[in-house]
């Protein structure tokens, strides 16, 4: 069964970059599409960014558009979140996600995704 584990998160100040990690496990990691969600705590998940099986598709949610990047490499099985000019209301806890269904397009929604790590908290400070 497939495993996702995220590192990277941590403390920061307003401005900073981070880079998260998603390291996965499992067959056919490669095949699917994968994705970041934030949550606050008391909120439900927001989705952050996707990127499609291939690595050629991204989609990113407009509040971070600009500012963070995602990345996959498909030999290490890892997917990348690189998060620049980090603002305070970016704090959560983010999680890594993979899409039910092999081989579709990468989704904004968190029905979608079956397989998620434990997520890891980013905290910026103002």
């Known amino acids: 069964q497939a495993q996702l584990v995220e590192s990277g998160g941590g403390l920061v100040q307003a401005g900073d970059s981070l880079r998260l990690s998603c390291k996965g496990s499992?067959?056919?990691?490669?095949?699917?599409?994968m994705a970041w969600f934030r949550q606050v705590q008391g909120k439900e998940h927001e989705f952050v960014a996707s990127?499609?099986?291939?690595?050629?598709?991204?989609s990113y949610a407009d509040s971070v558009k600009g500012r963070f990047a995602i990345f996959r490499d498909n030999g290490q099985k890892t997917t990348y979140l690189h998060m620049n000019s980090l603002k305070s209301e970016d704090t959560a806890t983010y999680y890594c996600a993979r899409l039910r269904l092999a081989h579709r397009p990468d989704s904004p929604y968190r029905d979608q995704y079956d397989t998620w790590g434990q997520g890891t908290q980013v905290t910026v400070s103002a």
């Open positions: 499992g067959p056919a990691f490669g095949s699917y599409a």
């Open positions: 990127i499609s099986w291939s690595g050629g598709s991204t």
